[in-house]
């Protein structure tokens, strides 16, 4: 199947067994009828499996290409998952523009189990080798990076991860897999926010895996069994129906991206717009390469550098919405440095880029002549 069919029917049965329903039902039971003890059709409790939540989870191997999908409660809880995978005295090399919550699991949870973390630049892929030691365990990227944007090369950085028989994990949320499939890059582990595009509407907290290997797989679900931090039935019906209109969505959020990239970066007040679309933007060519669109997800920088500014400006829009979170239907303004990248300290932040006036941009579908006439009235 080509991708725009996978969304629809990609890992899914054509009807429901049971009553022909076209749509995977929602299962709300928490256990299932058993003939004899271990006599059951393939469910006995739904934290270790549940038909809508496995319906999801194939759906989302297909889409990435892979061969298993693990559906978590939240985006946080798939990177907990993973991190599960390694012991004491291991090490991470991580990019160091990284969502906030990400980090702060990284620094705040894990660091005090004794994995240690190092949060570097990943422009350039081969600065990575340079801090890869006998206890690097797993090499994490973002890709383009949240909130910077910056495009970090997938398929060098899984050579350097072969080369050190390391593990390659790597956020997809901005990209999603109609963008990039990073497992036929050489990743071996895709995690994904579902609450941003793949739910699509901003009604559902979600996260994913999808993996290749059948060992790592089993691993990953065996972890997610034993702690338990499992997708209910309702959020995976929900994300389910999201995935059926991604590559419909995909598209206008990369066209109105690009409209509202092109404005700012044409705007007398704007200093700076990060979106890798623009040929003066930091690795385009390898964008180019990786990416088949780049997404509506732009940041920018005005060019008085000061919080009053930046707090003026997402105050005064009236079709974006100041909010945290990405990836719905809807405009979404944010102030990085003051929301979801609070828990990063402050001289932490500006070394990647997140100055006080950084304004992060999460594109929706609606048309692109308002979005432009809403940015235009907030920065005049």
Not at 161 to 188: C, E, I
Not at 286 to 295: E, H, L, R, W
Not at 341 to 356: F, N, Y
Request: net charge neutral; proline share 4%; aromatic share 8%.
């Amino acid at each position: 199947m080509k991708f725009n069919t996978k969304t629809i029917h990609g890992g899914q049965e054509s009807v429901d067994p049971a009553y022909g329903s076209v749509m995977p039902p929602i299962y709300q039971t928490s256990t299932y009828s058993q003939s004899t003890p271990g006599g059951h059709n393939g469910f006995e409790y739904s934290r270790s499996g549940n038909p809508t939540r496995s319906a999801l989870e194939n759906s989302l191997a297909s889409i990435e290409n892979g061969k298993h999908g693990l559906a978590f409660a939240s985006g946080l809880a798939a990177i907990d998952a993973v991190l599960k995978l390694l012991k004491p005295g291991d090490e991470i090399v991580s990019t160091n523009d990284l969502y906030g919550g990400t980090y702060r699991l990284f620094t705040s949870i894990f660091k005090d189990f004794g994995i240690k973390f190092n949060f570097i630049g990943m422009q350039d892929a081969s600065e990575i080798e340079k801090h890869i030691t006998d206890n690097t365990k797993l090499i994490w990227i973002e890709s383009p990076t949240n909130p910077m944007m910056k495009i970090i090369d997938i398929e060098a950085v899984s050579k350097i991860a072969k080369k050190h028989n390391v593990l390659l994990g790597v956020d997809n949320t901005f990209a999603t897999p109609y963008l990039q499939q990073p497992l036929d890059l050489g990743a071996d582990i895709v995690m994904h926010s579902a609450t941003k595009y793949l739910g699509g509407h901003s009604d559902v907290v979600m996260g994913a895996l999808v993996i290749k290997d059948n060992a790592l797989a089993e691993k990953l679900y065996f972890i997610q069994n034993a702690s338990g931090g499992v997708a209910g039935p309702q959020d995976s019906f929900l994300v389910l129906r999201g995935i059926k209109t991604l590559h419909l969505r995909m598209q206008r959020h990369c066209e109105n991206g690009k409209a509202v990239a092109d404005f700012l970066n044409n705007h007398p007040k704007v200093a700076n717009v990060y979106w890798p679309g623009l040929k003066n933007h930091p690795n385009h060519e390898i964008a180019k390469k990786q990416m088949s669109d780049f997404g509506g997800m732009v940041s920018f920088t005005t060019k008085r550098d000061n919080i009053k500014d930046a707090v003026a400006f997402v105050e005064k829009l009236k079709v974006f919405t100041l909010a945290e979170s990405l990836g719905g239907v809807e405009s979404l303004a944010g102030h990085p440095a003051s929301m979801t990248h609070a828990s990063i300290p402050a001289e932490e932040r500006k070394k990647t880029g997140v100055l006080d006036s950084l304004i992060r941009l999460s594109v929706g579908v609606e048309d692109k002549h308002d979005l432009i006439e809403d940015l235009k009235q907030a920065l005049g």
